[in-house]
């Protein structure tokens, strides 16, 4: 009995942290990004996967460097959020076409 006990315990234990780890980003809150995760627009456009992490003087991450329209592009990573399947850009088409 004490045995059931301590899996019934356990498995809530992670079913409570596995719920939390899936909520996204709050707003103004730092995104860890990685390389190689997909970036897609609000609409869920593929923008590209992160190719390379630039950081600030200060060490913070300040930008995410993808491959779009056969041009690297600096995305903000105050524009990134978390999504299901990488990031999502607050930035649209015609914003990143602006970009360097």
Excluded: C, F, W
Aim: proline share 3%; glycine share 8%.
């Amino acid at each position: 009995m004490r045995l059931s006990l301590i899996l019934s315990a356990a498995i809530s234990a992670l079913s409570i942290s596995s719920a939390v780890a899936a909520e996204p980003a709050a707003a103004g809150a730092p995104v860890t990004v990685a390389a190689r995760e997909m970036i897609r627009t609000t609409d869920g456009k593929s923008v590209g996967r992160v190719d390379s992490i630039n950081k600030a003087k200060d060490g913070s991450v300040a930008a995410v460097g993808v491959i779009y329209d056969g041009r690297i592009v600096h995305i903000p990573v105050s524009t990134l959020s978390a999504g299901q399947n990488g990031y999502v850009t607050s930035l649209t088409k015609a914003d990143l076409e602006k970009l360097k």
